[in-house]
């Protein structure tokens, strides 16, 4: 089982910046890849953006592209989603998700966390 943890939510005014990180633990972590979704109220889980194990493949929505970037630290089990430019209606629950080998679809991944909330003011 894999145990993941968000953090870095919070409230940002439009065009604000904001920097979310997922700190996974639990069984061996090699081989996973980690994802971000986002969820608004009374829509379907979006995908953000993913990155593979190695960290030499990544991924984001277009609605994102160039302006939200993942990485990862395996020394430190975490992966980072800087995010940028935001707008408001980006608001939303960000969830951090793990899945061995590679995945986009919210339906492939197997282990979630809890959400952060980050909300944008307009």
């Known amino acids: 089982q894999v145990q993941l943890i968000e953090s870095g939510g919070g409230l940002v005014q439009a065009g604000g910046s904001l920097r979310l990180s997922c700190t996974a633990s639990g069984r061996t972590l090699r081989g996973l890849a980690m994802g971000w979704f986002r969820q608004a109220p009374g829509k379907e889980r979006e995908f953000v953006a993913a990155i593979t194990w190695s960290g030499v493949t990544t991924e984001y929505a277009d609605s994102v592209k160039g302006r939200f970037t993942i990485s990862r630290d395996n020394a430190k089990t975490t992966v980072y989603l800087q995010m940028n430019r935001l707008n408001s209606e980006e608001t939303a629950v960000y969830y951090c998700?793990?899945?061995?080998?590679?995945?986009?679809?919210?339906?492939?991944?197997?282990?979630w966390g809890q959400g952060t909330q980050v909300t944008v003011s307009s």
């Open positions: 998700a793990a899945e061995m080998g590679w995945a986009t679809r919210a339906s492939d991944y197997a282990h």
